[in-house]
């Protein structure tokens, strides 16, 4: 039995990853989200009837809604439960072969990941039926692009995208007539008015770096968060930095081929001497160093105008930072960027928090080390690992008042 319902009327009720704070209780539409999803799906996805549609997610992630958008375009829904590396890296792959995946759909971080493992799944998985591989999460390093072509399969369609949870797709990703480029991600979605804006709310040229702010509305964006009556929530959340206008917090820049290079939170930019640089950008050089599993910086503005810029880093199974492999990340940092890029100072952590949906703790860690407390900077409930966060409490009550 079914009822007819409004247009505008709630769909469900999506909370934030919990990047930036406690996760907000964001509600779409039934049809905004019923046309942007059979936009994306069919024009961006290139998902054709009788196709297998598989995205590694669970139900606490924007992607488990955005999966059963694939039937809209005719497709089948193939389902993973358990974690994506065990017994290792290689299960995955294995069950797109065992599965004949079509679209295999995972994140930037498990790529990376089977990246560093130098994990060979050509050679060792019969992936024939696999057309295309997308990630999101966060942005994908060039050399990921560079790892699926040479290691994964080289006639796959590697489409990176970019969205959230606030519109439950995607603003950039895949065209499927469009080059890929590495490091970059295709395009901009359709019927999303995307443009790059200085601080001062002046649209910035191709190849500048800038705030990502959509200018029209999209055919899916929140009808209001629960529980916010007035919509002072929603409207702060999003149109109150530039007045009327949605900034969604990403720093973004055009490249000269119509394509986009996100850079992280814009809320997680670091300063570095008037320089502003990219999280991602700092990821992608120490993602090279072998030694390093996974890394977090943030940049600290301190009494007396000064800045103190910390990198915390987790080290692979058997390695121990020392002065060597810090002077290896700094060199590697030099040589990718610029001086500006090196750390203050780089630090051995046993963990770093991410969200359930794989997002790295940045604005709630820099909150944390500068003295707000774990309560008010996160919900523990919207995270995989929150244990992570005490470390950094810890680490700041003992070092941050000697800086």
Same mark, same amino acid.
């Given at each position: 039995?079914?009822?007819?319902?409004?247009?505008?009327?709630?769909?469900?009720?999506?909370?934030?990853?919990?990047?930036?704070?406690? $996760?907000?209780?964001?509600?779409?539409?039934?049809?905004?989200?019923?046309?942007?999803?059979?936009?994306?799906?069919?024009?961006?996805?290139?998902?054709?009837?009788?196709?297998?549609?598989?995205?590694?997610?669970?139900?606490?992630?924007?992607?488990?809604?955005?999966?059963?958008?694939?039937?809209?375009?005719?497709?089948?829904?193939?389902?993973?439960?358990?974690?994506?590396?065990?017994?290792?890296?290689?299960?995955?792959?294995?069950?797109?072969?065992?599965?004949?995946?079509?679209?295999?759909?995972?994140?930037?971080?498990?790529?990376?990941?089977?990246?560093?493992?130098?994990?060979?799944?050509?050679?060792?998985?019969?992936?024939?039926?696999?057309?295309?591989?997308?990630?999101?999460?966060?942005?994908?390093?060039?050399?990921?692009?560079?790892?699926?072509?040479?290691?994964?399969?080289?006639?796959?369609?590697?489409?990176?995208?970019?969205?959230?949870?606030?519109?439950?797709?995607?603003?950039?990703?895949?065209?499927?007539?469009?080059?890929?480029?590495?490091?970059?991600?295709?395009?901009?979605?359709?019927?999303?008015?995307?443009?790059?804006?200085?601080?001062?709310?002046?649209?910035?040229?191709?190849?500048?770096?800038?705030?990502?702010?959509?200018?029209?509305?999209?055919?899916?964006?929140?009808?209001?968060?629960?529980?916010?009556?007035?919509?002072?929530?929603?409207?702060?959340?999003?149109?109150?930095?530039?007045?009327?206008?949605?900034?969604?917090?990403?720093?973004?820049?055009?490249?000269?081929?119509?394509?986009?290079?996100?850079?992280?939170?814009?809320?997680?930019?670091?300063?570095?001497?008037?320089?502003?640089?990219?999280?991602?950008?700092?990821?992608?050089?120490?993602?090279?160093?072998?030694?390093?599993?996974?890394?977090?910086?943030?940049?600290?503005?301190?009494?007396?105008?000064?800045?103190?810029? $910390?990198?915390?880093?987790?080290?692979?199974?058997?390695?121990?930072?020392?002065?060597?492999?810090?002077?290896?990340?700094?060199?590697?940092?030099?040589?990718?960027?610029?001086?500006?890029?090196?750390?203050?100072?780089?630090?051995?952590?046993?963990?770093? $928090?991410?969200?359930?949906?794989?997002?790295?703790?940045?604005?709630?860690?820099?909150?944390?080390?500068?003295?707000?407390?774990?309560?008010?900077?996160?919900?523990?409930?919207?995270?995989?690992?929150?244990?992570?966060?005490?470390?950094?409490?810890?680490?700041?009550?003992?070092?941050?008042?000697?800086?």
């Amino acid at each position: 039995t079914f009822e007819r319902v409004e247009f505008n009327d709630p769909l469900w009720v999506l909370y934030s990853s919990g990047t930036t704070g406690k $996760p907000k209780a964001i509600t779409h539409s039934h049809g905004g989200m019923l046309l942007e999803h059979l936009k994306y799906l069919h024009f961006h996805n290139d998902v054709k009837p009788g196709e297998r549609f598989f995205w590694y997610s669970t139900t606490g992630w924007m992607m488990w809604n955005f999966v059963h958008a694939s039937w809209l375009a005719g497709a089948t829904i193939v389902l993973y439960e358990g974690s994506p590396s065990y017994p290792g890296l290689h299960t995955l792959w294995e069950f797109a072969e065992h599965a004949k995946i079509n679209h295999f759909g995972t994140s930037a971080p498990f790529i990376v990941a089977c990246m560093k493992s130098d994990l060979e799944v050509r050679s060792k998985f019969k992936l024939s039926s696999l057309r295309s591989i997308g990630s999101t999460g966060s942005p994908l390093p060039p050399e990921a692009f560079s790892y699926i072509y040479n290691h994964v399969s080289d006639t796959v369609w590697l489409c990176s995208m970019s969205g959230g949870t606030d519109v439950c797709t995607a603003f950039v990703g895949g065209n499927p007539i469009l080059e890929v480029r590495k490091g970059e991600i295709q395009c901009r979605a359709l019927g999303c008015a995307l443009e790059v804006w200085s601080e001062t709310g002046q649209p910035l040229p191709v190849g500048e770096i800038g705030e990502m702010v959509i200018t029209k509305p999209m055919p899916c964006m929140p009808i209001f968060f629960w529980n916010d009556p007035d919509g002072k929530k929603y409207f702060s959340a999003y149109f109150d930095y530039f007045s009327g206008i949605w900034r969604h917090g990403d720093w973004v820049k055009l490249s000269k081929n119509k394509g986009l290079v996100i850079l992280g939170r814009s809320d997680a930019t670091l300063n570095r001497h008037g320089i502003r640089i990219g999280t991602a950008e700092i990821y992608s050089s120490v993602q090279k160093v072998s030694e390093i599993r996974d890394a977090l910086v943030v940049n600290l503005e301190l009494n007396g105008g000064r800045h103190f810029m $910390p990198l915390f880093v987790v080290m692979t199974e058997g390695c121990t930072l020392d002065d060597n492999i810090k002077e290896k990340i700094i060199r590697q940092l030099k040589q990718d960027y610029t001086s500006r890029h090196v750390p203050d100072q780089i630090i051995e952590v046993p963990d770093i $928090p991410y969200t359930i949906s794989g997002k790295k703790l940045e604005a709630p860690v820099k909150k944390i080390l500068l003295g707000m407390s774990e309560e008010k900077v996160s919900s523990k409930d919207a995270l995989k690992n929150p244990e992570a966060l005490s470390y950094f409490k810890t680490w700041a009550e003992k070092y941050i008042n000697h800086l």
